[in-house]
Structure formats: structure tokens, C-alpha cells
């Protein structure tokens, strides 16, 4: 789970993370490495709603009153959002996240239960592209190793 983003230390870039856990013992505390984010939207369904990305989507594109404007239907808080790191997705819910790209990097993101981490519950955002990152002893070295991977 690899999120690419490029280099433009003057945007951001918005991620929408679903808990799909409707009974009610889970919720997930998801922690960026690397930076923090503004938490500018949350949600969170009845049990009776079966959340996914598919209703998610579904919520946030087909509303009348905003799609004129281009703008999206779950509500987002712009004027003052909260700066985190991490934050918890409650249950058969949602949150919404935005990152600034004055990172540049590749910085893990997961949930702070280890065996949900183990399980695979983690992702890498990847701020711009490996030119000048500290992957090896110059930068022509770090070119280099930009493809390898670790694992065979």
C-alpha cells in the first residue's frame, strides 16, 4: 500500500480512511510517521450501515447542493482543523485526513495496535521522488537504489 504523491512542498494531499468495524471494539489509532496532518472531516454510521470505500465515495460525490460547485458532500473543516499525528477512525466510520507535501520521503503510516500492523494494516506515503533522500552515501547512490527492494 504505496500512496505516491509529487513533490510540491505548497500543497496537500487528502486521504479518506474507513474503520469497517461496526460492533463497536475497535477503533483504530492511526499514526503518521514523518509529519503530522490536519484531521479536517469525521463520521461515523450506525452499526445498521454497512460502511466501505464504495458508500464512502457514494456519500461524498453525489450530493446536489455542493457538486455544482465542485466541491465535496462529507463535511470538512478547513477554518480551523486539528494538527495530528495520530488520530482514532471510530467505528463503522471515518476519517479525513490532509497532509502538507513539505515533507519530501517515504513515511509509514499505521494503525498503533501491533497486531494490526503485523496483519498489514499499515501504508507508505510517499512525498515526492528518492533524488536527494538519505538512501545511500550520495545522491547518485540513492538513485540507484531507487527500485531495489529488500525483499526477494
Given at each position: 500500500h504505496i500512496?505516491?504523491?509529487p513533490d510540491a512542498p505548497d500543497d496537500w494531499f487528502e486521504v479518506v480512511l474507513i474503520n469497517q468495524n461496526?460492533?463497536?471494539k475497535v477503533a483504530h489509532p492511526i499514526h503518521q510517521h514523518?509529519?503530522?496532518y490536519n484531521v479536517i472531516g469525521q463520521g461515523q454510521y450506525p452499526p445498521t450501515i454497512k460502511?466501505?470505500?464504495?458508500l464512502i465515495i457514494k456519500k461524498d460525490t453525489e450530493c446536489v447542493e455542493f457538486r455544482r460547485e465542485g466541491r465535496r458532500c462529507l463535511p470538512r473543516n478547513f477554518d480551523y482543523p486539528v494538527f495530528k499525528?495520530?488520530?482514532?477512525?471510530?467505528t463503522n466510520g471515518?476519517?479525513?485526513?490532509?497532509?502538507?507535501?513539505?515533507?519530501?520521503?517515504?513515511?509509514?503510516?499505521h494503525c498503533h495496535i501491533n497486531y494490526h500492523v503485523e496483519h498489514g494494516m499499515a501504508m507508505v506515503f510517499q512525498f515526492g521522488e528518492p533524488k536527494g533522500w538519505a538512501m545511500g552515501s550520495s545522491q547518485k547512490v540513492a538513485q540507484t537504489n531507487?527500485?531495489?527492494?529488500?525483499f526477494k
Open positions: 500512496l505516491q504523491q461496526p460492533d463497536g514523518g509529519g503530522w460502511i466501505s470505500q464504495e499525528d495520530s488520530v482514532q477512525i471510530p471515518y476519517v479525513i485526513i490532509r497532509t502538507p507535501l513539505d515533507n519530501p520521503g517515504t513515511w509509514i503510516v531507487k527500485d531495489k527492494r529488500c
